[in-house]
């Protein structure tokens, strides 16, 4: 007879009502675009222990500054609760053609109203619970090199947004043939925790993918011609000029 | 009338000076505490970090982008007691830009024979500076520096040599850059400003061996002596306890950065272009070693050879001053607080300067100065905030001309120090 067996698992879909976001970048974005992420509304944990997180993989051209995270004032105004954890390529300086890493990965959690802000806002004028709950990341490019062109355009994927929350089951997950763990943001969090996952739009941004495109302005080649001499023939007449008035 | 009777009181223009900063100070915690755009500096946040891990026992080297001496934090280090000895840095730093006032302030007086109310307003150049008093609030730590200058200045005025000394030495070990006065000082301490008496004969033209040894006076070696002595003895110590990356942090890292992030540099754009790999040459970062080797050349030959030697007889402020302003112009790096640098020493040079004695040639200036910097600023503006490529022509064209007008403003006051102007 077929035997049908069951495991727990740690990765589960959202239950209605549902919820999706979007994801996109500010514009202009300039060399500091900020990461936008709608929800389609207001978020409620699906059970109390459950926290709403974000995990960003950010190619080596883009960057987090953490330090610019440790201010609530800062933190609460783009609905951040805090920055958990950064890893990667992380130096604040450096163009990206010196960076050897892929990039950088990190994890947010995400300030989820209180149902109290959320009757008030059903009363708002402006807005019905319905309305949607924005967060914002703000993020760095690093120079990209130099090129025939005026700007050079780079993918930015997708994050992923989810609850995490405690399960009393998550010592048992072990039995479960299927679990892998340590492959990705699952190694941020304890053994008791189980995620359910919020679902991208599904016709991305209107694009129909999870990737989204960030003109970065770079050094035109095609107007350098005159830097090199320029640079240096300048530097020169003024160093011989100043010795002249010297003597 | 009530700004002429104001600059007649010391008591008044100091006050003021320091009200201007208590304001700023009480203005910038509002600001901290109401709004995500923080007025405090970034490098502030930077310092802070590092004397709480210096609290901790640890490096202050655990901070990334702490690239100074130790003893920075270690002076802020009241910053980790809790409550409002935070801001302990900033009220340190604005303290010290009013001691380096009331120094400049007492050089004017007795070393240049300047009446009470004249020299009260040029210190009011620097104690009155909105920008000065903004930039040591904010915790940059460029005016605490000041005080240690001016203060090495009036040292050597004064004839304190072992403390000038000293001071030049740990100067150096703070921030590198003052080591190019050592020429100045050096140059100027020669038996006439040292108050040896000659003798009464003409001297004939003297053979080389006869000025070499009429050089070597005991001020100069007691400069020498008390300024190796303190530079190394800083280093030594701070070696043994914070290692290799004091070195790497403090001393290295300056030497060889290229900050490829868009600045006033006229450098700025061939070293991004420089070192930015290209396509025909199979991707590889080409390096632009020669270029950052070659641009010392200009920078340390007029600020630490020429301009010293050609000037620091006739004038040592004016003649640190011009040292300075040639080595930030010249320099690979340019960002604002630099000018902090040479606008310290401005109130000693500007009484008798062209710059003031012509208008037209002193207001052009300073219009050129800021449009200059206004013209750099638009364009990075488009740059970061609306994403336009302004590398060239904008941002290239903007630090050229920056750099002119600097130039342009260091050759006259070249001029004025050396046609002997400037009355010492």
């Given at each position: 007879e077929p035997t049908r067996f069951q495991t727990p698992t740690r990765h589960y879909p959202l239950p209605p009502p549902p919820l999706t976001y979007i994801a996109r970048i500010s514009t202009p974005t300039g060399l500091h675009p900020t990461l936008l992420i709608n929800l389609s509304r207001a978020p409620q944990p699906p059970n109390p222990t459950c926290k709403l997180h974000t995990h960003l993989t950010l190619p080596s051209y883009l960057f987090i500054d953490k330090y610019s995270f440790t201010d609530p004032l800062f933190l609460s105004s783009h609905n951040l609760h805090s920055l958990r954890s950064l890893s990667g390529a992380t130096d604040l300086e450096a163009p990206d053609w010196v960076i050897k890493q892929w990039g950088s990965a990190a994890l947010f959690e995400i300030v989820v109203p209180l149902p109290s802000q959320i009757s008030d806002r059903a009363g708002t004028r402006d807005g019905d619970a319905n309305a949607g709950w924005n967060i914002s990341i703000p993020m760095h490019l690093r120079y990209l090199p130099a090129s025939q062109s005026s700007h050079a355009s780079v993918p930015v994927p997708w994050p992923v947004v989810f609850w995490a929350c405690r399960s009393e089951e998550g010592t048992k997950l072990s039995t479960n043939p299927f679990d892998r763990i340590h492959l990705g943001y699952e190694g941020l969090f304890g053994p008791k925790t189980r995620f359910m996952h919020v679902a991208p739009s599904a016709s991305g941004n209107g694009t129909g993918r999870l990737i989204e495109w960030i003109d970065v302005p770079v050094l035109d080649l095609r107007k350098t011609a005159w830097v090199e001499a320029g640079t240096v023939g300048v530097v020169i007449a003024t160093f011989l000029g100043l010795c002249f008035v010297l003597f | 009338m009530a700004l002429s009777s104001f600059f007649r009181s010391s008591r008044a223009v100091f006050s003021v000076a320091v009200l201007l900063r208590a304001v700023f100070l009480i203005y910038g915690l509002f600001q901290d505490a109401l709004s995500p755009m923080k007025y405090t500096d970034i490098d502030y946040f930077v310092f802070t970090d590092a004397a709480r891990f210096i609290s901790q026992g640890r490096s202050p080297y655990a901070r990334d982008t702490y690239r100074y001496t130790p003893l920075l934090a270690w002076f802020i280090y009241p910053i980790t007691w809790p409550g409002f000895w935070f801001s302990f840095g900033k009220v340190l730093f604005a303290v010290g830009d009013i001691i380096a006032g009331w120094m400049m302030y007492h050089i004017l007086r007795s070393y240049q024979n300047m009446p009470q109310e004249r020299a009260l307003k040029f210190a009011g150049i620097w104690l009155l500076n909105p920008m000065v008093a903004t930039i040591s609030t904010r915790g940059s730590s460029e005016g605490l520096l000041g005080v240690f200058i001016i203060a090495l200045l009036w040292a050597v005025l004064a004839k304190r040599i072992a403390v000038a000394g000293?001071?030049?030495?740990?100067?150096?070990?703070?921030?590198?850059?003052?080591?190019?006065?050592?020429?100045?000082?050096?140059?100027?301490?020669?038996?006439?400003?040292?108050?040896?008496?000659?003798?009464?004969?003409?001297?004939?033209?003297?053979?080389?061996?006869?000025?070499?040894?009429?050089?070597v006076n005991r001020e100069r070696v007691v400069l020498a002596l008390y300024s190796l002595l303190t530079f190394v003895g800083l280093n030594v110590i701070m070696y043994s306890v914070y290692g290799f990356p004091f070195l790497e942090h403090s001393y290295l890292y300056h030497l060889i950065r290229i900050d490829h992030r868009h600045n006033f540099s006229p450098y700025n754009t061939l070293l991004y272009l420089n070192s930015s790999p290209k396509p025909t040459l199979g991707f590889v970062a080409s390096s632009s070693f020669e270029l950052e080797r070659l641009a010392f050349i200009p920078q340390i030959f007029l600020s630490f050879v020429m301009i010293p030697f050609s000037l620091a007889k006739k004038n040592l402020p004016s003649t640190m001053l011009a040292q300075t302003f040639a080595f930030v112009t010249f320099n690979k790096v340019c960002t604002s607080q630099y000018f902090l640098w040479y606008m310290m020493f401005l109130p000693f040079y500007l009484p008798d300067s062209t710059l003031l004695r012509s208008r037209p040639i002193g207001i052009t200036a300073l219009v050129l100065w800021v449009l200059g910097q206004f013209f750099w600023l638009q364009q990075g503006y488009q740059l970061e905030f609306l994403g336009q490529s302004t590398f060239v022509p904008g941002l290239w064209i903007a630090s050229i001309f920056f750099f002119l007008v600097n130039v342009g403003v260091l050759g006259i006051v070249i001029t004025d120090v050396a046609s002997g102007e400037i009355c010492p």
């Amino acid at each position: 007879e077929p035997t049908r067996f069951q495991t727990p698992t740690r990765h589960y879909p959202l239950p209605p009502p549902p919820l999706t976001y979007i994801a996109r970048i500010s514009t202009p974005t300039g060399l500091h675009p900020t990461l936008l992420i709608n929800l389609s509304r207001a978020p409620q944990p699906p059970n109390p222990t459950c926290k709403l997180h974000t995990h960003l993989t950010l190619p080596s051209y883009l960057f987090i500054d953490k330090y610019s995270f440790t201010d609530p004032l800062f933190l609460s105004s783009h609905n951040l609760h805090s920055l958990r954890s950064l890893s990667g390529a992380t130096d604040l300086e450096a163009p990206d053609w010196v960076i050897k890493q892929w990039g950088s990965a990190a994890l947010f959690e995400i300030v989820v109203p209180l149902p109290s802000q959320i009757s008030d806002r059903a009363g708002t004028r402006d807005g019905d619970a319905n309305a949607g709950w924005n967060i914002s990341i703000p993020m760095h490019l690093r120079y990209l090199p130099a090129s025939q062109s005026s700007h050079a355009s780079v993918p930015v994927p997708w994050p992923v947004v989810f609850w995490a929350c405690r399960s009393e089951e998550g010592t048992k997950l072990s039995t479960n043939p299927f679990d892998r763990i340590h492959l990705g943001y699952e190694g941020l969090f304890g053994p008791k925790t189980r995620f359910m996952h919020v679902a991208p739009s599904a016709s991305g941004n209107g694009t129909g993918r999870l990737i989204e495109w960030i003109d970065v302005p770079v050094l035109d080649l095609r107007k350098t011609a005159w830097v090199e001499a320029g640079t240096v023939g300048v530097v020169i007449a003024t160093f011989l000029g100043l010795c002249f008035v010297l003597f | 009338m009530a700004l002429s009777s104001f600059f007649r009181s010391s008591r008044a223009v100091f006050s003021v000076a320091v009200l201007l900063r208590a304001v700023f100070l009480i203005y910038g915690l509002f600001q901290d505490a109401l709004s995500p755009m923080k007025y405090t500096d970034i490098d502030y946040f930077v310092f802070t970090d590092a004397a709480r891990f210096i609290s901790q026992g640890r490096s202050p080297y655990a901070r990334d982008t702490y690239r100074y001496t130790p003893l920075l934090a270690w002076f802020i280090y009241p910053i980790t007691w809790p409550g409002f000895w935070f801001s302990f840095g900033k009220v340190l730093f604005a303290v010290g830009d009013i001691i380096a006032g009331w120094m400049m302030y007492h050089i004017l007086r007795s070393y240049q024979n300047m009446p009470q109310e004249r020299a009260l307003k040029f210190a009011g150049i620097w104690l009155l500076n909105p920008m000065v008093a903004t930039i040591s609030t904010r915790g940059s730590s460029e005016g605490l520096l000041g005080v240690f200058i001016i203060a090495l200045l009036w040292a050597v005025l004064a004839k304190r040599i072992a403390v000038a000394g000293a001071l030049l030495g740990f100067a150096v070990h703070f921030k590198i850059y003052p080591f190019i006065y050592a020429a100045s000082i050096v140059w100027w301490l020669d038996n006439d400003h040292i108050g040896k008496h000659k003798t009464s004969k003409p001297q004939p033209v003297d053979s080389f061996a006869t000025v070499a040894v009429h050089f070597v006076n005991r001020e100069r070696v007691v400069l020498a002596l008390y300024s190796l002595l303190t530079f190394v003895g800083l280093n030594v110590i701070m070696y043994s306890v914070y290692g290799f990356p004091f070195l790497e942090h403090s001393y290295l890292y300056h030497l060889i950065r290229i900050d490829h992030r868009h600045n006033f540099s006229p450098y700025n754009t061939l070293l991004y272009l420089n070192s930015s790999p290209k396509p025909t040459l199979g991707f590889v970062a080409s390096s632009s070693f020669e270029l950052e080797r070659l641009a010392f050349i200009p920078q340390i030959f007029l600020s630490f050879v020429m301009i010293p030697f050609s000037l620091a007889k006739k004038n040592l402020p004016s003649t640190m001053l011009a040292q300075t302003f040639a080595f930030v112009t010249f320099n690979k790096v340019c960002t604002s607080q630099y000018f902090l640098w040479y606008m310290m020493f401005l109130p000693f040079y500007l009484p008798d300067s062209t710059l003031l004695r012509s208008r037209p040639i002193g207001i052009t200036a300073l219009v050129l100065w800021v449009l200059g910097q206004f013209f750099w600023l638009q364009q990075g503006y488009q740059l970061e905030f609306l994403g336009q490529s302004t590398f060239v022509p904008g941002l290239w064209i903007a630090s050229i001309f920056f750099f002119l007008v600097n130039v342009g403003v260091l050759g006259i006051v070249i001029t004025d120090v050396a046609s002997g102007e400037i009355c010492p």
